[in-house]
């Protein structure tokens, strides 16, 4: 059960971007001490909390380019994980900076680049939920913890397809698990307060109910609804005049 859940969550959260326009050519140019400098604060984690998302992206590149210089050569599709995570240490950025990646925030980034982004999440998911259970047997254990990476996100992420989606069917997952493996013990409150999020947890309890009776969630009445809703609330983003009204 859980390791159809680990490869929903890897699938569909980590290595799936949202869309976005990939840049051209990513090569590794010369830096100034200014942005060495701006690349070791993203990496000792002394951002902004406050600081736009688009200056996040370009300490980004600037501690990407960094690495690259360093390694007298920049990354591309033929670059490993270990590469990224050893050598590049893709790891030592937060979680808003990668997500600058992941998301291509102002096109800065390559196609190798926004994939190598989710690896320390992938990281994260698979030693929490193995600490949570080490032994496998305790699905809701593992869905609980995966839960609490996800809500580790940035507020820029939370509101991106990719999140909702795997926040909600952590939940479900989480919820049901309970439901199955422990039904004398009261679950924990999960709940995001995100109606879109709510939506797409019913929907997982729709395909549930219909014994394979859709051929998927996607075809769940609450899906469509949830989508529907996350894409007029994501019209309202792009609009700065509606910005008020979120």
Request: glycine share 6%.
């Given at each position: 059960?859980?390791?159809?859940f680990s490869a929903?969550?890897?699938?569909?959260?980590d290595?799936k971007?949202?869309p976005?326009r990939?840049?051209?050519?990513?090569s590794?140019p010369?830096?100034?001490?200014?942005?060495k400098?701006r690349?070791?604060?993203?990496a000792?984690g002394?951002l902004?909390?406050?600081e736009?998302f688009?200056k996040v992206?370009?300490?980004a590149?600037?501690?990407?380019?960094?690495?690259?210089?360093?390694?007298?050569?920049a990354?591309?599709?033929?670059t490993?994980?270990k590469e990224?995570?050893e050598?590049?240490?893709?790891?030592k950025?937060?979680?808003?900076t990668l997500?600058?990646?992941?998301?291509?925030?102002?096109?800065?980034f390559?196609?190798a680049?926004i994939?190598a982004a989710?690896?320390?999440v992938?990281?994260?998911l698979?030693?929490?939920?193995a600490?949570?259970?080490?032994?496998?047997k305790?699905?809701a254990?593992a869905?609980k913890?995966s839960?609490?990476?996800l809500?580790?996100a940035?507020?820029?992420?939370?509101?991106?397809?990719?999140?909702?989606?795997a926040?909600?069917?952590?939940?479900?997952g989480?919820?049901?698990?309970?439901?199955?493996?422990h039904p004398?013990?009261?679950p924990?409150?999960?709940?995001t307060?995100?109606?879109?999020?709510?939506?797409?947890v019913k929907?997982?309890?729709e395909?549930s109910?219909s014994?394979?009776?859709?051929?998927?969630?996607?075809?769940?009445?609450?899906?469509?609804?949830?989508?529907?809703?996350?894409r007029?609330?994501?019209s309202?983003r792009a609009?700065?005049?509606?910005?008020?009204?979120l």
């Amino acid at each position: 059960m859980f390791s159809a859940f680990s490869a929903y969550i890897f699938r569909n959260y980590d290595r799936k971007s949202d869309p976005t326009r990939l840049s051209n050519g990513i090569s590794a140019p010369s830096l100034s001490e200014a942005n060495k400098s701006r690349g070791q604060d993203v990496a000792n984690g002394k951002l902004n909390p406050r600081e736009s998302f688009s200056k996040v992206a370009l300490r980004a590149r600037a501690f990407l380019d960094e690495a690259y210089i360093r390694l007298n050569k920049a990354a591309d599709r033929h670059t490993t994980e270990k590469e990224w995570r050893e050598a590049i240490k893709i790891g030592k950025l937060d979680r808003r900076t990668l997500y600058a990646i992941k998301s291509n925030q102002g096109g800065l980034f390559s196609e190798a680049e926004i994939k190598a982004a989710s690896l320390p999440v992938e990281d994260l998911l698979k030693a929490a939920t193995a600490a949570a259970d080490p032994k496998g047997k305790d699905p809701a254990a593992a869905f609980k913890a995966s839960i609490g990476v996800l809500d580790g996100a940035s507020t820029e992420e939370k509101v991106s397809l990719s999140w909702v989606t795997a926040r909600a069917r952590a939940q479900w997952g989480y919820e049901n698990a309970m439901r199955e493996t422990h039904p004398h013990r009261m679950p924990a409150n999960v709940k995001t307060n995100n109606p879109v999020v709510d939506l797409f947890v019913k929907a997982w309890g729709e395909y549930s109910a219909s014994k394979d009776s859709l051929d998927g969630v996607e075809d769940t009445p609450s899906w469509a609804k949830a989508m529907s809703l996350w894409r007029v609330q994501e019209s309202r983003r792009a609009d700065p005049q509606t910005i008020g009204y979120l």
